[in-house]
């Protein structure tokens, strides 16, 4: 495959993402509600930027959804830039956090550069972005561009050793027959079980921690040990290397 057209297929299948982000962007805020599935999640990068050292600066949030990550973090004190491709969900945030703070900025799905300067940032995260894209590699060489030297990425990543992913799994070769694709692809988007399908399908990258430490370090991280949580998914900390650690 070429050069164009592979980009021009990772284009066509971030739109897909971007359409289906966009498809539950007026749900997605309850998943960070108070007894929300993901409102752990908060805490979670909170905890690990503090134990990499970084308690302020300048953070980006890649693929922020409906803001509620970044949204905290400016409450923190950090100065938050969120992006995302899908811009119902940034509707959805600029909506819900307009006193933030915190900047805004609209991706074109397929983008191969980011819109920001080398070493615009002290930290990045990414809450379970990385597994929507085809290549990973590219996101964290660009993620390399723009943190400054000592900056921290942190990836929350599913976790495949967990039982949840190889119960996923499952269910999605299951769904994948004949029939339930029929019955599934009938369904309205906001149903739960065509919402489940639809993640799984979209959800294409899953490694190893082994290979995913690897594409850290050939990105140019040095990556600190997973966080250990018994949890599906799992926090993946990277440091661009100082000069005088270079």
Not at 80 to 102: K, Y
Not at 186 to 194: E, G, H, S
Request: proline share 7%; charged share 25%; aromatic share 10%.
């Amino acid at each position: 495959m070429s050069i164009k057209a592979g980009r021009e297929r990772d284009a066509m299948f971030s739109a897909s993402v971007a359409d289906y982000f966009d498809g539950v962007a007026g749900l997605w805020s309850r998943n960070y509600s108070p007894q929300g599935a993901m409102r752990a999640r908060i805490a979670r990068f909170s905890e690990a930027l503090f134990a990499q050292g970084i308690d302020s600066g300048r953070l980006l949030d890649f693929g922020c959804g409906t803001g509620a990550i970044a949204s905290v973090h400016a409450g923190l004190g950090f100065k938050v830039t969120g992006c995302d491709i899908a811009r119902h969900m940034l509707d959805v945030a600029r909506r819900e956090h307009a006193d933030s703070g915190v900047e805004w900025v609209q991706l074109p799905p397929g983008n191969t550069r980011l819109p920001f300067e080398d070493g615009s940032f002290d930290a990045v995260i990414a809450s379970s972005v990385l597994e929507y894209v085809p290549e990973p590699a590219h996101v964290l060489r660009e993620f390399h561009r723009i943190l400054s030297p000592g900056g921290v990425v942190l990836c929350s990543l599913p976790d495949e050793r967990h039982p949840v992913r190889k119960k996923e799994q499952e269910w999605l070769a299951s769904a994948e027959q004949p029939v339930w694709r029929a019955i599934l692809g009938c369904l309205p988007r906001f149903i739960p079980l065509r919402r489940r399908y639809d993640y799984l399908k979209l959800s294409v990258t899953r490694w190893p921690i082994e290979k995913w430490r690897s594409v850290f370090q050939e990105a140019g991280f040095d990556v600190a040990d997973p966080s250990s949580c018994d949890d599906p998914l799992l926090i993946l900390a990277g440091r661009k290397p100082s000069p005088s650690h270079v």
